[in-house]
């Protein structure tokens, strides 16, 4: 796997990490960075969603510009809004993007909606963060792949049962092909137990 293991926060700029935006002088190119999601607040708030926002919220603090993408089951979810900087963009869909199964319509509702939104708006951002390898991580790592830019997925869980490019295989609809995509075309992971670099070494 020539993809990478990342520690900590990613900076898309060479000499940036750890650095706060806000000093950058005017010459300087500000990151944009677009994050993926399966599920977002006000819809579902457990801890993969709060970790996001305040993510999100940090790095636009320090001078990024930051999107989220996320899915929205409910007709009242907003489409469209800002939480303080950071703009939130949601596909209404029937159901989450990363069941599959009897599910695959709305995975395949969002594939469209993601590629689309990622491929309009290329020249708008840097990295696309991916929170979670599952099924809804396979547009944009598509995407990234096409246009060269970095992807960066937030693995979720370990172990054989939980870890994320596992659950996906077992996908009877396809599930080798798109997790074999996933891991090949990653840029580099996020991976927070020794369990999940573990696991994903094997692939």
């Known amino acids: 796997m020539s993809s990478k293991f990342a520690g900590g926060l990613f900076s898309p700029r060479a000499g ?7 000093d950058c002088d005017e010459k300087t190119p500000r990151p944009s960075i677009v994050m993926i999601l399966p599920a977002y607040l006000p819809e579902l708030y457990g801890g993969a969603e709060q970790q996001a ?3 999100s919220q940090a790095l636009a603090q ?3 510009r930051v999107t989220l993408i ?4 409910k007709q009242t979810t907003a489409a469209m809004e800002k939480e303080g900087l950071v703009r939130v963009r949601r596909f209404k869909l029937r159901t989450w993007p990363n069941l599959g199964g009897r599910h695959f319509d709305s995975f ?3 594939c469209v909606c993601v590629t689309a939104w990622l ?20 547009p ?3 995407v990234g792949k096409w246009l060269g830019k970095p992807v960066i997925v937030k693995l979720g869980r370990g172990g054989e049962e ?4 596992s659950a996906v295989r077992r996908n009877r609809l396809f599930g080798f092909f798109f997790s074999t995509r996933i891991a090949r075309d990653t840029t580099a992971w996020v991976a927070n137990s020794q369990e999940i670099i573990n696991d994903l070494r094997h692939w």
Do not use: K
Not at 70 to 73: C, Q, V
Not at 162 to 165: E, I, K, Q, S, T
């Open 53 to 55: 926002r305040r993510m």
């Open 162 to 165: 939980h870890f994320d490019l």
């Open 119 to 138: 491929l309009r708006h290329r020249h708008g951002y840097d990295v696309i963060h991916v929170i979670h390898g599952r099924l809804h991580a396979f």
């Open 108 to 110: 395949l509702l969002w």
């Open 70 to 73: 996320a899915p929205r089951l």
């Open 62 to 64: 320090r001078g990024a």
């Open 140 to 142: 944009a790592v598509v």
């Open 16 to 22: 940036t990490h750890g650095q706060n935006y806000e």
